[in-house]
């Protein structure tokens, strides 16, 4: 007896099921006129459910990389004084001492901890000693070029932002992160 209802219940689901499914694959269409705005869409809410293009967000992609192409293209790299007064050519030579002494510790007791951390923190030291000498200068150019090299970040940021489905999309998607990182605090606390 209870298979049966089961079994009926099953079958009036599926039917529910298949006649939504019907629905929303042939949507009916109104005979009544339809304010539009400039764009050709209309003022319902199907025009205002994000739709997602992946043309649009690969080619805003494409064009933010070309600005970043263009504006690496103006920018020099020159050295100077760095970091403590040392620079990659000033100065950096003092930390081979430290160096020596901690990659010598290190062949001596490699289980030792202070070994790695004297090399570790040198090695550091080193590189940033020779990153923070660094310089960039940004070369002289027209107006109009400094325009058309920007362009490119604007043009793909909107392009982007078009392709996740605009401004709606946007929401969406941060709506969307939101609910997942509660889902994972929630998960996390159980």
Do not use: C
């Not at 793909?156 to 994972?184: R, T």
């Amino acid at each position: 007896m209870k298979d049966e209802e089961i079994q009926k219940k099953l079958i009036k689901l599926e039917s529910a099921v298949l006649k939504e499914s019907t629905e929303v694959a042939a949507p009916q269409r109104s005979t009544e006129l339809i304010d539009t705005d400039l764009r050709g869409s209309s003022n319902s809410k199907e025009s205002l459910a994000p739709t997602k293009d992946d043309f649009k967000y690969f080619g805003g992609m494409a064009l933010v990389t070309l600005g970043l192409f263009l504006l690496f293209q103006h920018v020099k790299l020159t050295t100077g004084w760095g970091f403590w007064g040392m620079s990659a050519t000033h100065g950096i030579g003092l930390l081979l001492v430290p160096l020596i002494f901690g990659i010598g510790w290190i062949f001596y007791n490699a289980k030792n901890v202070w070994g790695w951390i004297i090399t570790a923190v040198t090695v550091v030291t080193m590189i940033f000693a020779v990153l923070s000498s660094l310089r960039l200068q940004f070369d002289q150019m027209s107006m109009l070029g400094v325009v058309f090299m920007l362009l490119p970040f604007a043009l793909g940021f909107a392009l982007i932002l078009q392709g996740i489905g605009g401004p709606n999309g946007l929401k969406k998607v941060i709506a969307d992160k939101i609910a997942e990182s509660k889902a994972d605090a929630k998960s996390r606390k159980s």
